[in-house]
């Protein structure tokens, strides 16, 4: 062995030793309720195909269709040749569907938080972030070269301790400079506030109408990632900003497309000014092959879907299962209803047992470990979806009171 790999396999071994080690699985099947992996037939609560879209016959056809139209690839960047229809359409779709002035697309969540957030801040702007906001906003934060300040998880007075200190900063900035304390808009720091509306590890929500609250008072920006949420809540089935009201005060909303919509994607949804700013600057789009078209059509399949009546009708099943995950037993999110529920283990080691214990009654719920989460927060994390049956439901509370390692986490929700 060379060095090199020497010094890869001695790092292997260290994360080995702290239970931390991850594997691919291959899955030889589709994406469902009934997943094979190896020889092994097993009823998956683990992906973030919420509503079952992954697999639908609809987006199914709207991809083939594509690709039948428009090739497998898209030949370049969007901002060379590669801006096809698919693409096109499927912004049309997502301003309408969200009730925003206009939107664009990137080729996953992770490209549209590290495009957007590099092309707001710069080194003299500040970032403020919740502690639990999932890893691409965290890198894109650190790419942008802006302050990072982060506050407890959903803690307003937290927040708001932070937003005065980022006044004080411009304040004493702007006096030095002019001599008063009236700041030239183009010296003027920007503070950016990133929060999720539903939390990707433990299902559970941002305040969002006092963020807004506070943001407007302290004079911020808001930027709500619904990668959790789209399709999920609010009268449109929009999101939780939908639900929240405060949709017109939040500057930028984002999303994924490979969850409850179920193609792949992210995208950013807001006024004008922003996407054609995105178009002109965020180099994760402008730098970047366009999507396949296949992509772009399956993601479109998957918002009017959503939007229609066949939509609430499945955003209605996923929320009966989950009341009946509720109601059969003791998980549950206590503050919202929630397609995803942690079981939180702790231990790293024990959470990898609990699901290798799991997966021997034939459910598959993976074990989150660090990095995912906070070291010693190792949790199962529970999905459900809107395709489980009420039979599913009830397997899988028996297989979870069956699995020792998960009695007490379970007793003690
Ligand atoms: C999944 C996820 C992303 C990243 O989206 P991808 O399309 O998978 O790259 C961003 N934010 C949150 C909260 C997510 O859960």
């Known amino acids: 062995m060379n060095h090199f790999d ?6 292997l071994d260290a994360l080995r030793a702290q239970g931390l080690h991850r594997e691919l699985r291959r899955v030889d099947t589709p994406q469902g309720t009934r997943i094979r992996i ?6 998956n609560f683990s992906s973030n195909d919420y509503l079952g879209l992954a697999g639908d016959p609809l987006l199914k056809e709207a991809a083939i269709q594509a690709v039948e139209k428009f090739g497998a690839g898209s030949g370049a960047s969007r901002l060379i040749c590669g801006s096809l229809a698919p693409h096109h359409e499927l912004e049309e779709a997502l301003a309408n569907f969200k009730g925003t002035e206009a939107a664009l697309s990137f080729s996953t969540g992770y490209a549209t938080a590290i495009g957007t957030i590099c092309t707001l801040l710069g080194k003299d702007d500040v970032i403020v972030l919740d502690k639990l906001v999932h890893a691409c906003v965290v890198d894109a934060a650190r790419l942008s070269g802006a302050k990072i300040r982060v506050f407890a ?11 005065k ?25 920007q503070t950016l506030i990133v929060t999720e509306s539903v939390f990707s590890m ?11 609250a506070l943001k407007e008072k302290h004079d911020a920006w808001l ?46 949804c807001g006024s004008r000014p922003l996407i054609d700013f995105l178009v002109n600057r965020a180099r994760s789009f402008i730098f970047s092959t366009a999507p396949v078209p296949a ?13 229609s009546k066949a939509g609430e009708d499945r955003r209605k099943q996923l929320f009966e299962r989950i009341n009946e995950l509720n109601s059969q037993s003791a998980i549950r999110n206590p503050q919202l209803k929630s397609a995803i529920i942690p079981v939180l283990i702790g231990d790293e080691t024990r959470a990898v047992a609990a699901s290798a214990a799991l997966r021997e009654q034939g459910i598959f719920v993976p074990a989150i470990r660090y990095p995912t ?25 028996a297989a979870l009171r069956s699995v020792r390692n998960l009695q007490s986490a379970i007793a003690n929700e």
């Open 153 to 163: 998880h959903n803690d307003l007075e937290d927040l708001e301790k932070i937003l």
């Open 223 to 268: 930027m709500v990632d619904e990668a959790h949420a789209t399709g999920l809540y609010g009268k449109n089935r929009r999101g939780l900003v939908e639900e929240s009201g405060a949709g017109g005060q939040i500057e930028i909303q984002m999303g994924t497309l490979g969850k409850a919509v179920g193609a792949s994607g992210g995208y950013i």
């Open 165 to 189: 200190w980022t006044r004080r900063g411009e304040l004493c900035e702007s006096q030095t400079k002019s001599g008063t304390r009236v700041t030239h808009p183009s010296e003027r720091r």
């Open 38 to 43: 190896g020889s092994r037939t097993l009823l």
């Open 295 to 307: 992509a772009a059509a399956a993601a479109t399949a998957g918002v009017r879907f959503i939007q």
């Open 6 to 11: 020497r010094e890869l396999t001695g790092r």
């Open 373 to 397: 989460v906070a070291r010693g927060q190792a949790r199962l994390r529970l999905t459900v979806t809107a395709i489980h049956t009420a039979e599913d439901i009830s397997l899988l509370v």
């Open 202 to 212: 433990d299902g559970d929500a941002a305040p969002l109408r006092e963020i807004v």
